[in-house]
């Protein structure tokens, strides 16, 4: 449901898009924002975390096709239309006629609304106030008719790893002890809003009730963590593994492991991927995304020692960080 502060926020400067932005653009932008001020890679920053919350937030409503056209609509209204107080020759502002509507000043009074949009208007209006049309009222000035929609309530929980990823039923207890029964979408990411229709407060008139706008935060997983759809894993090697190649298992998210070919001279860092078992979603599926970290013993027997000390003197004489310092001097 719309928000007065719609008026005020620009969700697509909020992102660094254009107003025209596809919804692959806005996703894109979005994933590289949320892994740069995540909470999780910014602990005790503040000014990150509020970063990623108004983010999160502009995303919700860009992402959600219906939202955006809503706020679109009301920014436009915004910049384009005009409310005027019947009898008066200035010009009101959207305080004076919204100001009573959302607690603030200017209710009471009677305005006639000239705008520029045709009927959209009237659609955004009266979904904005209730199910209710918003019509023209006696003596000729336009206002508000039909019941009331409920106001809405907000939650929030927190999901494991898994539940997020996989999706799942969950059920809720509202601050009145009232259950609610909620189905999380596969794929829901941290701090993500779901708009639940309906599960709100009852209209007071007879109207459609409220939403429920649940904030979902989820708990970091030991092995896997996300990366837009796709899952990372590290998966340690040893140094003779890497050098000389082998076959390796990697673990899957709630299945059974799979085995990866690590070629011969296989850096660390290196990613090895494996299609269709990242995360599954409605729009897409994800891959996993194992990275090679070579693993060092940190304690030798003698003859292991001797072995070692005898490849470094038959491997070639040269620096690996020869072209790291070049790059430096340059």
């Known amino acids: 449901m719309a928000s007065q502060d719609w ?5 697509y400067q909020v992102l660094g898009v254009s107003k025209d932005a596809s919804d692959a653009e806005i996703k894109k932008v979005y994933r590289k924002l949320a892994r740069k001020y995540h909470p999780d890679q910014n602990p005790g920053d503040t ?21 955006r056209k809503e706020y679109d609509a009301i920014r436009a209204m915004g910049s384009g239309a005009r409310f005027t107080a019947p009898g008066a020759g200035g010009q009101g502002g959207f305080d004076d006629v919204f100001g009573g509507m959302f607690g603030g000043q200017g209710g009471g009074q009677r305005y006639t609304f000239q705008q520029g949009g045709g009927a959209e208007y009237d659609d955004l209006l009266s979904g904005l106030f209730g199910s209710g049309r918003f019509g023209t009222a ?56 779901i708009r ?18 649940l904030t979902v935060n989820v708990r970091k997983h030991p092995v896997f963590e996300r990366d837009g759809l796709n899952l990372r894993v590290t998966v340690p090697v040893t140094f003779a593994e890497a050098a000389l190649g082998a076959t390796i298992q990697v673990p899957t998210l709630g299945g059974e492991p799979v085995k990866l070919k690590v ?31 070579i ?36």
Not at 47 to 67: C, G, M, R, T, Y
């Open 47 to 67: 000014a990150a975390e509020a970063k990623f919350k108004e983010i999160s937030e502009a995303n919700a409503v860009l992402s959600d096709p219906e939202q």
């Open 196 to 213: 639940l229709r309906g599960k709100g407060h009852p209209s007071p008139d007879g109207g459609e009730a409220g939403d429920l706008i």
């Open 263 to 293: 070629a011969p001279g296989t850096p660390s860092g290196r990613v090895l991927r494996v299609k269709g078992r990242g995360v599954e979603t409605k729009k897409g599926t994800g891959d996993l995304l194992a990275v090679v970290q």
């Open 7 to 11: 008026f005020d926020k620009d969700f």
């Open 295 to 330: 693993a060092v013993p940190s304690h030798l027997s003698k003859d292991a020692q001797a072995a070692v000390e005898a490849l470094a003197a038959a491997l070639p004489d040269e620096n690996p960080r020869d072209d790291l310092l070049a790059k430096a001097r340059d």
């Open 138 to 193: 006696s003596g000729g000035y336009r206002g508000f008719g039909g019941p009331s929609k409920g106001r809405d309530v907000t939650a929030s929980t927190t999901l494991d790893f898994i539940t997020a990823t996989k999706g799942d039923q969950i059920t809720l207890q509202t601050a009145e002890g009232r259950p609610i029964t909620v189905r999380i979408p596969a794929g829901v990411a941290d701090g993500q809003k």
